[in-house]
T-cell receptor, first 112, second 112 residues
């Protein structure tokens, strides 16, 4: 069925290190992918997105990689900071729908 | 300030008593959507709307109703709430299908 899944429920990194959060998706019809950050007590916050005609997109300290061959999405955070501690979700949108399908989430813990 | 506003933030109700959670956005977005978030199940889409008077079911629509009579508002209606609808609810809006959704702050609903 349609499912977006994350490989690790929890990721613990040292402050200053780079973080990589992975996600696998199964819907070949999805052509738009988003990473969200959710801090405790708040709604998901948009971080970065990528369309299926791209394989890499960079933002400020974040990079999203898309591998359509193996249906894999990753979020790289450079120089991870304590403020990056949160739950990170990948999400996908199948083409021509208003659907947004979320993965299960990875909790990023940043150790000072 | 561009935002999605949900009310109330917290609600405790009894089984069978009809309730409405309101959602309003001030960004003139076409797309609006409702999600519920449960531990271990992540975020699941309840209903979405691609424009005024256009709504469609998400992954978990049972027990919920929505309406989109005007562009800015997208209320979620529980005609006869049950304890299994105890959850954290989020409303979100987007300019178009391939554009990141902006989320509200959430409504924590408890049905006893």
């Amino acid at each position: 069925g349609e499912n977006v899944g994350l490989h690790l429920p929890t990721l613990s990194v040292q402050e200053g290190d780079n973080s990589i959060i992975n996600c696998a998706y199964s819907n070949s019809a999805s052509d738009y992918f988003i990473w969200y950050k959710q801090e405790s007590g708040k709604g998901p916050q948009f971080i970065i997105d990528i369309r299926s005609n791209m394989d890499k997109r960079q933002g400020q300290r974040v990079t999203v990689l898309l591998n359509k061959t193996v249906k894999h999405l990753s979020l790289q955070i450079a120089a991870t900071q304590p403020g990056d501690s949160a739950v990170y979700f990948c999400a996908e949108t199948p083409s021509n729908t208003g659907k947004l399908i979320f993965g299960q989430g990875t909790t990023l813990q940043v150790k000072p | 300030e561009a935002q999605v506003t949900q009310n109330p933030r917290y609600l405790i109700t009894v089984t069978g008593k009809k309730l409405t959670v309101t959602c309003s956005q001030n960004m003139n977005h076409e797309y609006m959507s409702w999600y519920r978030q449960d531990p271990g199940l992540g975020l699941r889409q309840i209903y979405y709307s691609m424009n005024v008077e256009v709504t469609d079911k998400g992954d978990v629509p049972e027990g919920y109703k929505v309406s989109r009579k005007e562009k800015r508002n997208f209320p979620l209606i529980l005609e006869s709430p049950s304890p299994n609808q105890t959850s954290l609810y989020f409303c979100a809006s987007s300019h178009r299908e391939d554009y990141g959704y902006t989320f509200g702050s959430g409504t924590r609903l408890t049905v006893v």
